[in-house]
């Protein structure tokens, strides 16, 4: 038994029995009694892209070991949507659904394949939690190997709120206005098979420094709640994957990562359990289409 999981409610979420959630999430995988994937046909599939609507977790769509690169930002919460309601039970649950996706993650990995994930630093809003040392725990107990952590300076100083005791040593909060991506590898961290890189010199000598600066995306101009910019998983395609690899998002959104996939002449597959996202993602890539590439 795992000592993060709240069995009860993680099968409460996944409408499965209190066994069968722990067994998904010793084995990352459904068990055997349940029905597998509904979900084999793509939702859509075009130009080197498939989208799926289906839950990743659950998912056996993908074969073992057929993946070259993970860039992802998992849902903060269990279960679809996003609920502000945010305590030490809900924070139980976020460790339990990253040890099940990570497995799942584990799983479809190339041996030399590598994982990005776009998490926070820590958070202080219902409790203080160091989010980003956890899951990386969490991730190195399944076998991922640890490369590094990127620090994505988000600029984004005016969502500060909470101060704790204001000009007091009682209680201050110190919160850094900052989110991580983790860079993880399956088992060789040097890849095993010669490709092509598409970098510039310039794009490498400035993101190998682990600083990375720029904006968030507006969450109303993409129609997605918690989209992360096209910059993000652009940088994590260029320097960590070659030309016509295999990148995924298991957890799509507005499909951000699939749109890099295809402007870097990558093979793209995405993940979202909800149908209106899976329509957006369509939507943006086709809409991506009707313009030039940028390289
Ligand atoms: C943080 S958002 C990802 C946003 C994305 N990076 C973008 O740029 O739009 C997480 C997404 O995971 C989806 N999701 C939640 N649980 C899932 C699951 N079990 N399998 C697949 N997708 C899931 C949610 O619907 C949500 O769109």
Redesign the pocket.
Same mark, same amino acid.
């Given at each position: 038994m795992n000592q993060y999981v709240d069995y009860e409610r993680m099968a409460q979420v996944l409408q499965v029995s209190k066994d069968e959630a722990r067994i998904m999430v010793e084995t990352g995988q459904m068990p055997d009694s349940q029905p597998k994937s509904a979900q084999k046909t793509p939702f859509f599939s075009a130009q080197n892209l498939q989208i799926y609507h289906?839950?990743?977790?659950t998912s056996d769509v993908l074969p073992d070991e057929s993946v070259d690169l993970i860039v992802?930002?998992?849902?903060y919460n269990v279960g679809?949507g996003y609920s502000t309601h945010d305590d030490a039970h809900e924070y139980r649950d976020y460790l339990a659904l990253s040890e099940a996706?990570l497995k799942q993650a584990y799983r479809v990995s190339r041996p030399d394949g590598r994982l990005c994930v776009n998490i926070p630093l820590d958070k202080n809003k219902g409790g203080q939690q160091s989010v980003c040392a956890d899951v990386t725990s969490i991730a190195k107990a399944i076998g991922w190997q640890y490369h590094s952590t990127i620090i994505w300076n988000e600029g984004n100083i005016s969502r500060r709120t909470a101060w704790g005791s204001w000009m007091s040593a009682s209680a201050p909060y110190v919160i850094a206005p900052v989110e991580v991506i983790v860079v993880l590898y399956k088992q060789h961290w040097k890849k095993r098979q010669p490709g092509m890189s598409d970098i510039t010199r310039d794009e490498f000598m400035a993101w190998t420094n682990g600083l990375w600066t720029f904006n968030g995306?507006s969450k109303k101009r993409?129609g997605?709640p918690?989209? +992360?910019p096209r910059e993000l998983p652009r940088r994590c395609i260029r320097l960590f994957s070659y030309v016509g690899d295999v990148i995924l998002?298991?957890?799509?959104?507005?499909?951000?990562?699939l749109l890099e996939a295809w402007d870097n002449k990558r093979t793209g597959i995405g +993940?979202?359990?909800?149908q209106e996202?899976c329509e957006l993602a369509q939507k943006r890539l086709e809409s991506l289409w009707q313009q030039p590439r940028l390289i």
């Open positions: 289906d839950d990743f977790l992802t930002s998992p849902p679809i996706w995306e993409v997605h918690a989209p +992360f998002d298991p957890f799509m959104g507005s499909g951000t990562t +993940f979202d359990i909800a996202y």
